[in-house]
């Protein structure tokens, strides 16, 4: 069983940064791939961001590489995502996500479980 926390949302100008964090509780946690995605009103929950349990790996969505990273720390239970030069478009709902594959990575919804709740990111012109 794992839980998980989102935070590090709020408002920016276009532009600007910000860092997203997602604490998990539970033994299991390294034992787990990750994902980053979000949703904005009247759409469909969209890929982000990536990472295997390891942390070896990662994959990001087209709209948002090179801009984005993702990163984690399995002696902490943290993983995050480092925003920059965000777009107005990228104002959502950032949801983290677990893989529950040993091994490999995922751009589908479908296939995470464990979401956690959310935070807002609003980025203004």
């Known amino acids: 069983q794992v839980q998980l926390v989102e935070s590090g949302g709020g408002l920016v100008q276009a532009g600007g940064s910000l860092r997203l964090s997602c604490a998990a509780s539970?033994?299991?946690?390294?034992?787990?791939?990750m994902g980053w995605f979000r949703q904005a009103p009247g759409k469909e929950r969209g890929f982000v961001a990536a990472?295997?349990?390891?942390?070896?790996?990662?994959d990001y969505a087209a709209s948002v590489k090179g801009r984005f990273t993702i990163s984690r720390d399995n002696a902490k239970n943290t993983v995050s995502l480092q925003m920059n030069s965000l777009k107005p478009e990228d104002t959502a709902v950032y949801y983290c996500?677990?893989?529950?594959?040993?091994?490999?990575?995922?751009?589908?919804?479908?296939?995470?479980?464990?979401w956690g709740q959310g935070t807002q990111v609003t980025v203004s012109s």
């Open positions: 996500a677990v893989y529950p594959r040993y091994s490999g990575l995922s751009t589908h919804p479908e296939s995470y479980t464990y």
């Open positions: 539970g033994r299991t946690f390294s034992d787990y791939g």
């Open positions: 990472i295997t349990r390891s942390g070896v790996m990662t």
